[in-house]
C-alpha cells in the first residue's frame, strides 16, 4: 500500500456491522470486494467507506453514514473497509486519509469524498449519487468555484483576493488556504506556496484540500527539471517502450493541463509493465489523483479505468 497520512486519534473501533441476508451496511474484504462491491453497484450505487480501529474521525463518520444510509430506503449500499485488515484496495484507489469514502456505480468509482463531514452532506452526496438532484449550492461553493476559476483564466491576482476573503471569514477553512498556494504555484514561486502550507496545524494536515495542494507543489518541482514535449515525443516514436520518456510526457501533459493525456500515458505504462521502475506509474497516477482532487472529472474518469485494469 502506498504511504498513507492519516490522522491517528482516537482508539474506538467501528461498531459491528451486520451482514444478514438484504442489509444495507456491511463488512467487505479483499476477497469479497468484487462481489460486495464491484457487482453490486451495476444494481444500484455502493459506498464504500475505508476506516480503521484506531481513526477517531472515523468513529465519528461511522453512525453518520450507516444511519444515512439506511434512511435512503435501498436507494445505496455500504460496504465498510477494514484498511488495518484488508490494505491492498485502498492503496490500488490511491486512498491516503481516512475516512475516505468512495461510491461505486456501475462496477466503477464514481464519485467520493474524505474526512467525518456533516450528516446533511452525507445525505446529499447519497441523493447525488442515487440520482436525486436537490442539492443546493453555498455561497461559499460558488465564492470557491469563482476562484478556482480565477486560476484557470490566468488572474490569480483576483483569485488570492477571493480566496483571502473567504479565510479571512473563515480561517479553519482549508480549501482557501490551499488556494492560496496554488495562486503562489500559479506565479511559479514554489517557496511561497509551501510556506503558505508550513503553518496548517497537524489535526488538518489530512484536509483533501491541503493534500491536493501538496501533491501540486511536488508535481511543480517534478516538472521542473524534464525536457522538452517534443523530445520525449521523440523518444517515444523512436522506441514506443521507452516507459521513462511516456512517464515525463504524463509530467509534462498535466502541467500543460491535459490531464487526460497524463492519465492515458500512466495507464499504458502500467498495462505494459505494472512492475516497471518499483510501481511508479501506478504511484504518479494516485498522486496526480490527489492534485486534481476526488471530484475532478480526470480523477474520477482515471480511476475508473484504472479500477478497470485492477479488477477485471
Not at 453512525?63 to 492503496?91: C, T, W, Y
Not at 495562486?183 to 510556506?195: F, K, P, S, T, W
Not at 503558505?196 to 491541503?210: G, H, Y
Request: aromatic letters at 4%.
Amino acid at each position: 500500500m502506498s504511504d498513507i497520512l492519516l490522522d491517528s486519534s482516537g482508539a474506538a473501533a467501528s461498531p459491528d456491522v451486520s451482514k444478514g441476508a438484504g442489509a444495507l451496511v456491511i463488512d467487505t474484504t479483499t476477497q469479497s470486494f468484487v462481489a460486495d462491491v464491484i457487482e453490486e453497484s451495476k444494481t444500484r450505487p455502493v459506498l464504500v467507506d475505508f476506516w480503521a480501529p484506531w481513526c477517531g474521525p472515523c468513529r465519528t463518520l461511522s453512525p453518520i453514514i450507516e444511519r444515512a444510509v439506511n434512511n435512503a430506503g435501498g436507494k445505496v449500499k455500504l460496504a465498510k473497509m477494514n484498511i488495518d485488515e484488508h490494505p491492498s484496495i485502498a492503496g490500488q484507489l490511491g486512498i491516503q486519509s481516512i475516512p475516505a469514502v468512495i461510491a461505486f456505480v456501475d462496477g466503477q468509482p464514481a464519485d467520493g469524498f474524505l474526512g467525518a463531514i456533516p450528516e446533511g452532506e452525507v445525505k446529499a452526496f447519497i441523493d447525488k449519487i442515487a440520482g436525486a438532484d436537490d442539492a443546493g449550492t453555498s455561497g461559499i461553493d460558488k465564492l470557491i468555484a469563482e476562484a478556482d476559476a480565477m486560476i484557470a483564466a490566468g488572474n490569480p491576482a483576483r483569485a488570492a483576493e477571493l480566496y483571502s476573503a473567504l479565510r479571512e471569514a473563515d480561517p479553519e477553512n482549508m480549501t482557501a488556504v490551499a488556494g492560496l498556494a496554488r495562486v503562489a504555484l500559479a506565479a511559479g514561486n514554489i517557496d511561497e506556496a509551501r510556506r503558505v502550507l508550513a503553518d496548517i496545524p497537524p489535526v488538518k494536515a489530512n484536509d483533501a484540500a491541503i493534500l491536493a495542494a501538496r501533491a501540486d507543489i511536488d508535481l511543480a518541482e517534478q516538472t521542473a527539471s524534464l525536457g522538452s514535449t517534443g523530445e520525449l515525443e521523440e523518444r517515444l516514436a523512436k522506441d514506443p517502450d521507452d516507459h521513462a520518456a511516456r512517464f515525463d510526457l504524463a509530467l509534462q501533459h498535466n502541467a500543460h493541463g491535459d490531464r487526460g493525456a497524463a492519465v492515458d500515458d500512466l495507464l499504458a505504462i502500467v498495462r505494459a509493465d505494472k512492475e516497471w521502475d518499483d510501481g511508479k506509474a501506478h504511484k504518479q497516477l494516485l498522486q496526480f489523483f490527489d492534485s486534481w482532487g476526488p471530484k475532478d472529472p480526470a480523477t474520477l474518469a482515471g480511476r475508473r479505468r484504472l479500477s478497470s485494469l485492477l479488477f477485471s
